[in-house]
């Protein structure tokens, strides 16, 4: 069975539980949570997530902690050169976001590369490989998978390579998100699946991918807008997010949704089926 859920919330009182919850009620068997809004660092202490209910929930139902992922808040740029504020902060929030992480027994957590912002693509990667070298030497047990960008401003990790060099000069072992919305807007052409996959396991490796983002764009290929649709409503289509998420090669991958809410209302335990059964 593929392993395929959404975005889900997480907040109080219920928290982690409430998260599990939220996922079973789509038919979910994997979910991607932000341990608090996404946009600052306040955050709940685990003591209070409600951990232990929610993994025997999810246990119950027959599924895998290592399929609960957990994305780090944005407001973290640990690329920016200038402001070493924002840098400190950055892995400041990353280093506690692991902790969390650890705690709530999650294998994955997914980063977003940063900004180099007014600075050099080179610069801004520089301060990546510097502030990811200096955060997990402490050692957490847990994946940092850096995220394939849209490319929008002065975004990092737009092309596979940004990644791999990444990956190549940290000393330990990181994994990456692969986002369709975000790589199809950043020029590579899902239509040609194969071609990118294979693009992506000579550049990276596909051993180091190991969560997906299924989103449609609401813009046209390479237009490096980041701006997620509902599946089949965008510029990708139904057919190659099917084939996406049914890839042979990407059996063992934990895929999310990322699509917007529909008139208020989350669209995830429609799209979940009929993603699952459009397998040809
Ligand atoms: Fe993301
Ligand atoms: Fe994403
Ligand atoms: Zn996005």
């Known amino acids: 069975m593929i392993k395929l859920g959404s975005h889900v919330s997480m907040a109080k009182p219920d928290y982690l539980l409430g998260s599990v919850k939220e996922a079973l009620s789509y038919n979910a068997n994997a979910l991607m949570v932000y341990t608090g809004a996404p946009q600052n660092s306040f955050r709940a202490p685990v003591e209070e997530l409600k951990i232990a209910e929610a993994t025997s929930l999810w246990r119950e139902n027959g599924y895998r902690m290592d399929d609960v992922i957990i994305h780090a808040p944005y407001i973290i740029n640990i690329a920016n050169t200038v402001n070493p504020d924002t840098f400190s902060m950055g892995k400041e929030v990353l280093r506690n976001e692991l902790i969390r992480s650890r705690a709530i027994g999650a294998k994955y957590l997914v980063l977003h ?32 998978c850096l995220e394939t960008m849209a490319g929008k401003g002065s975004e990092i990790g737009y092309r596979f390579e940004h990644l791999a060099e990444i ?17 199809w ?3 590579y052409d899902l239509n040609d699946f194969d071609k990118v996959l294979k693009e992506f396991d000579e550049v990276i490796g596909l051993e ?50 990322e699509t917007p809410y529909i008139d208020g209302l989350p669209p995830y335990k429609d799209e979940i089926e009929r993603l699952r059964n459009s397998s040809i």
């Open 185 to 187: 807007d950043s020029g």
């Open 167 to 183: 990956i190549r000069r940290v000393n330990y072992p990181l994994g990456v998100c692969f986002d369709t919305c975000h790589t």
């Open 208 to 257: 180091k991918l190991h969560v997906l983002h299924i989103n449609d764009s609401k813009n046209e290929l390479g237009a490096r807008k980041d701006r997620h649709a509902n599946i089949g409503e965008g510029y990708i289509g139904f057919e190659t997010l099917s084939k996406v998420v049914h890839h042979p090669l990407l059996k063992s991958k934990t895929k999310i949704l």
């Open 113 to 144: 590369p940063g900004s180099s912002l007014k600075d050099t693509l080179e610069n801004g990667i520089n301060k990546v490989v510097e502030a990811l070298n200096e955060v997990l030497e402490e050692g957490f047990n847990v994946t940092v």
